[in-house]
């Protein structure tokens, strides 16, 4: 038998929404609060919304059980994939001496710690975005950036936060696909209106990122070379995404941006040459004296061969993840090999209800084990290439598998419970209690939907599940109170890019790449602050939008 989604269950939509946020205040209360071990608050927040689903929503228990296992096995693949090789990589770069290489090789570029995150952080690990997303950036940004020295709170949390500003059109454009499939909307409508919103913050997170790591003073003594950054990422950004559409817009923007400071550094450098990877803010303890007077570049002792050899692994990667997020590759793939278990019992029997949509529909419960079309496959793949080109022998390669899959256990752990915890808020209809409670913000509705976003992508750890999750009830909720479909549903992705940093997923995935192993409550207590913010100033853009500029919510023809 189906069973409906409920969204009032205790006729109060207050008391409602207070039951249905409790799976989420209690993991992140015991991350940010009583600083519990990650698998412990993940397991926690998982019983609660079992509890909370079956006895105040009255979801049937056998179904809420499937619905937490459904999301324990996509936290395994692809996430889980995805992370557990990244770090297989670099722990065979580093063995071998070759990260070591690698990092001392950026200082040929600038040896200013700032600027480096700002290669890294903000222009690598937008292309790593734009080319496979789902946690792929921070896991290769933290553990470049723990590798060039910076602090793991420093590493983990900067990553999180560079992380933003490319996240809509992630995994070419999937992100953007999704919303427009769900919303019926037109896809080059809802790309051309994403576009006009996040470029204003591809320009203001690089900003915001130095900030965070070097203080103000820090960040105007290169505000030139951040300047490059932001406008060389957002100028593409705008272009591609309302002329052409969404599914280069990261990789065509992050490729322009880091060539722009490339060369841009070949010519200008700050007085002050930044040298420590701590940090001048609160988030470490050894600011010291950062800033000396020294050489902007320096000789980094290595032939041309070396540094060759050395950024050989993270080449290979790049194309191999680039070529594993083109959707053709991917549709070949899944023609070679795929496997779909619908779930039985769940699949097509939860039924989600107006007004979240417009006519009753059942919701799909189908794992898809794409093993070969996985992006963490590809990453596999790059990493065996790069061990044999580094002279490992096949025994080698499985005894160092063997050492990463036992030092990640526990995260692997807590990746599938906060994924099985976001599944079972979705399928009881906890997480929709949620979203109805800001869509009933009236003539705030701009701002507070955007919030919704973020909501979205806190819970499932993805702007892509986000926008199929809050979709269509940005839609419905836009047209009720007589706003522009295409500005709410877009408001969506946008705002979702900015929970990002704070979803529990990526948080474990940058403590993992940092071997920072059970601090995960300090990188949530580090990040949530410039979330919210940044999530704020979006919603104050949208709003403008809405009711300042309707100017801006003209489609240009094409």
């Known amino acids: 038998m189906s069973w409906s989604q409920v969204y009032d269950p205790m006729n109060n939509i207050w008391l409602s929404t207070l039951f249905a946020s409790l799976p989420v205040l209690v993991m992140l209360g015991g991350l ?19 509890a909370v689903a079956v006895a105040v929503f009255g979801m049937p228990v056998a179904m809420a059980g499937k619905t937490a296992l459904l999301g324990a096995a996509y936290g395994l693949l692809p996430i889980g994939w995805i992370v557990v090789n990244i770090i297989f990589l670099y722990h065979l770069t580093e063995q071998r001496g070759q990260f070591k290489i690698l990092q001392e090789s950026i200082t040929g570029i600038t040896n200013d710690r700032r600027l480096q995150l700002l290669l890294i952080a903000f222009c690598f690990g937008a292309f790593f975005e734009g080319a496979a997303g789902f946690g792929t950036p921070v896991a290769v940004t933290g553990a470049m950036l723990i590798g060039l020295g910076f602090t793991p709170l420093a590493a983990s949390g900067l990553s999180l936060i560079a992380n933003t500003a490319p996240v809509a059109y992630g995994a070419l454009g999937t992100p953007v696909l999704a919303l427009a499939a769900v919303t019926g909307l037109p896809l080059l409508d809802l790309s051309a209106m994403i ?20 203080g103000w003073r820090g960040m105007l003594q290169i505000w030139p070379a951040i300047l490059v950054a932001g406008v060389s990422f957002a100028v593409p950004q705008y272009l591609v995404s309302n002329y052409h559409g969404p599914w280069l817009v990261d990789v ?7 060539v722009c400071v490339t060369l841009f550094l070949k010519v200008w450098h700050p007085k002050a040459i930044w040298h420590t990877a701590g940090g001048a803010s609160a988030m470490t303890q050894s600011a010291g004296a950062a800033v000396v007077e020294g050489e902007a570049r320096r000789s980094h002792g290595y032939s041309a061969a070396e540094v060759r050899r050395a950024w050989t692994p993270w080449a290979i990667l790049s194309v191999l993840v680039f070529l594993w997020g083109i959707p053709e590759v ?33 919701e799909a419960a189908v794992y898809t ?13 790059a990493a065996v290439l790069s061990g044999f080109l580094m002279g490992y022998s096949p025994v080698a390669m499985v005894k160092t598998y063997g050492r990463t899959l036992y030092a990640i256990r526990n995260s692997l752990l807590t990746i599938s419970a906060m994924l099985a915890l976001g599944y079972t808020t979705r399928y009881s209809g906890l997480d929709t209690t949620l979203g109805l409670a800001f869509a009933n913000s009236g003539f705030f509705y701009p701002f507070f939907g955007t919030f919704l976003g973020w909501l979205g992508v806190a819970l499932t750890g993805s702007d892509t599940a986000s926008n199929v999750l809050f979709g269509s009830l940005q839609k419905v909720s836009s047209e009720q109170l007589g706003l522009p479909p295409t500005l709410m549903a877009a408001a969506n992705s946008s705002g979702g890019v900015m929970g990002k940093m704070i979803d529990a997923q990526s948080i474990v995935v940058a403590a993992v790449a940092t071997k920072w192993h059970g601090h995960e409550g300090k990188i949530l207590r580090f990040v949530i602050w410039h979330s919210l913010a940044l999530t704020a100033l979006v919603g104050l853009l949208v709003m403008a939008q809405a009711y300042l500029w309707p100017f801006t919510l003209m489609v240009i023809g094409r």
Do not use: E
Request: aromatic share 12%.
């Open 195 to 214: 576009g006009r919103q996040l470029p204003f913050f591809s320009v203001l997170v690089p900003f915001w990122l130095i900030v965070a790591f070097a």
């Open 252 to 258: 065509a923007a992050a490729i322009v941006s880091l």
């Open 369 to 381: 084990l794409n093993w070969l079309s996985a992006t963490g496959t590809g990453i596999f793949i």
């Open 32 to 50: 940010g609060i009583f600083h519990m071990k990650a698998h412990r608050a993940a397991l926690l927040g998982l019983a609660t919304a079992l």
């Open 330 to 362: 991917k549709a070949f793939l899944d023609g070679v090999s795929i496997f779909k278990f619908p779930i039985d019992g769940l699949h097509n029997m939860v039924m989600r209800v107006p007004p979240v949509v417009a006519k009753a529909h059942p």
